[in-house]
């Protein structure tokens, strides 16, 4: 995909890019000010009005990263997702949402809406059937995560933008997984674009942050909720993932590669019971995937027989890092259970599919035969262990 006739590493190297005008220098300057005059001036700036210089410019980055009229960048990926949905819900609305969902938003709907006074309901499925099915007379939103998290699910993005149309729903979804780089969710009609920025964007373990993309009409309702609720990004960050995302294209296709080439591996496995990656022909998925991505993404994750512990295996591993995030230049892995889902009931994991044994996976920028020499180590490792466990 293009934006303005450029392509993608030229958006992100180029695009919300500030220029240094009195010293010529190459990067974007940093302005570190919390205060700005108000008198004589067109914009009155203040941080928290997620207006200042590099915000600003930052801003049209993902913007013209995600095909969208306007951004806004947030403290966190959670300030970006709660923001997006209590701007277009309040008391006596409805939104519905898929069933598969990271664990953070999961947990914010069904903790805190009632709270609000806000009724909610997830899918069976992820068929556009199964979406209509769930819509009522006060539904106000219907919200998407594709990929999904950590299952690597795929949504029909026309088919939920097309039904939210018919019913005069604003469509939301979280793009993390993807990125920018292999998925653009509104040129296929989806009307609000949210990132853990944190991820991809950020791409070095190092930063906390999210994004909104969307509409002028639809940002400027984000913006009014936003500044109420403060949570805004310090210029300091704002300069650090202006400069990550310069790397994020380069970054992303390397990550998508190895995934392709680790999926493949880990799917010949005898010692690997599945492995869930979109761009493995048998993934259910797969067409539609194909059919709205540029690339697979980085993420798979993977059940390992039950005869082999998964903890135990996590731990042996040398070079591939037991890490609580993702998407970074260095690979990892987790517990869903444990970390992203831990806030889940073990009801809800189970309903999503969400085993105790399984490890999902983010891959780096390493070589991938270092990658693949580490996991047959550790499965070696782990499996000579277990005959002395059976034992005892």
């Given amino acids: ?82 923001t997006a949905l209590l701007a277009f819900l309040k008391t006596g609305d409805h939104v519905v949402l898929q069933n598969m969902l990271y664990g953070g938003t999961h947990n914010l709907v069904t903790k805190q809406f009632e709270n609000f006074g806000i009724s909610y309901s997830f899918t069976e499925g992820l068929k556009p059937i199964d979406f209509e099915a769930k819509i009522k007379k006060n539904t106000k939103v219907i919200y998407i995560e594709t990929p999904s998290n950590p299952l690597l699910t795929i949504t029909d993005l026309a088919a939920v933008a097309n039904i939210a149309k018919k019913y005069n729903l604003i469509s939301m979804i979280d793009n993390t997984f993807a990125s920018p780089v292999n998925q653009n969710p509104i040129d296929f009609g989806i009307d609000v674009v949210i990132h853990s920025a944190t991820k991809y964007m950020g791409g070095h373990s190092d930063i906390c942050a999210g994004a909104i993309a969307s509409s002028k009409v639809n940002m400027e309702r984000i913006f009014q909720l936003a500044i109420n609720l403060g949570g805004s990004l310090s210029d300091y960050t704002v300069w650090l993932l202006e400069r990550s995302i310069k790397t994020m ?141 059976n034992n005892q």
Avoid: W
């Fill in 1 to 82: 995909m293009k934006q303005n006739n450029k392509g993608i590493n030229t958006i992100c190297t180029h695009f919300g890019e500030l220029k240094d005008k009195e010293y010529k220098g190459a990067v974007s300057p940093l302005y570190m000010s919390t205060s700005y005059a108000f008198d004589d001036v067109d914009i009155k700036r203040y941080p928290r009005y997620f207006n200042t210089p590099n915000q600003k410019a930052l801003s049209q980055k993902i913007a013209a990263l995600e095909h969208a009229e306007d951004a806004m960048i947030f403290g966190s990926g959670m300030a970006a997702v709660s």
């Fill in 249 to 389: 294209g380069i970054r992303v296709k390397s990550q998508n590669e190895n995934a392709m080439r680790l999926a493949e591996y880990l799917h010949g496995n005898a010692d690997i019971k599945q492995v869930n990656y979109p761009g493995l022909t048998s993934h259910p998925d797969h067409a539609l995937a194909k059919s709205q991505m540029n690339g697979f993404g980085g993420m798979l994750s993977f059940e390992l027989k039950e005869s082999i512990n998964a903890t135990d295996f996590r731990k042996a591993l040398k070079l591939i890092k037991s890490s609580m995030s993702l998407a970074g230049i260095e690979s990892t892995v987790l517990s869903p259970t444990q970390t992203s889902h831990a806030l889940l009931s073990a009801e809800d994991r189970y309903k999503q599919g969400i085993a105790d044994g399984l490890i999902r996976f983010s891959l780096g920028i390493e070589e991938a035969e270092d990658l693949i020499a580490d996991i047959e180590q550790a499965l070696k490792k782990v499996k000579a262990k277990q005959p002395a466990l």
